[in-house]
Each structure stands twice: as C-alpha cells, then as structure tokens.
C-alpha cells in the first residue's frame, strides 16, 4: 500500500476491532465455550493474516486448533499472547507513523 493514509486506517481498523474480539474469546474461554472460541479464532485469524500480522495470525491459528481439541487452557494461554502481539502491532504501528514511515 503506498496510501499511508488507508494503511493507517486499515490497522486502526484491525486493532480495533481485534481488539474486541479479545473480550469475546475471553468469555468463550471463561464459559467452556469452545464452538464460539474456535469461530473467533478463525475470524482474528483471517483479519490479521490480511493485513499481514502474521504472529498475530499464528497465535489464533493455534488457539482455533485447541478450541476445536477441546484445550481451555491451552486457549487461554493463547489469548494472553494474542493480547501481547495486538500491543506489539499497536507500538509498532504509532512509531511507524510517528517517524513518518508507513507500518
């Protein structure tokens, strides 16, 4: 993308809205709701390979595959890294566009 703009709000736009999902996949874990975990993971996973936050897609790729094993834990796990690569991405971004430099 050589839109700085568009990349900016294409990732405010990810960020945002994973980070919604992150609220959600917390209450599927808490509740042992694995169908709504797995579906969850699948669409964080398919939002952020997207735009190219492939650690991002990774983690819920693996939290999709312990959802759908049936692993709470193992999915818990998981968010708490996703929760950690959703920050990354976010500083990585702010300085990117700090520096003036697309993401």
Do not use: W
Not at 12 to 18: I, Q, Y
């Amino acid at each position: 993308m050589n839109d700085e703009e568009l990349m900016r709000e294409v990732l405010g736009v990810l960020l945002d809205d994973t980070g919604s999902q992150l609220l959600l996949l917390d209450a599927a874990i808490q509740t042992g709701d694995m169908a709504v975990c797995r579906r969850l993971a699948h669409y964080s996973k398919g939002a952020c390979a997207n735009v190219g936050a492939g650690r991002a897609a990774a983690v819920c790729r693996r939290m999709e595959q312990h959802a759908t094993d049936g692993e709470i834990e193992a999915c818990s796990q998981c968010l708490a890294a996703l929760r950690g690569e959703l920050d990354a991405l976010r500083e990585e971004v702010n300085a990117a566009f700090e520096d003036g430099s697309p993401a």
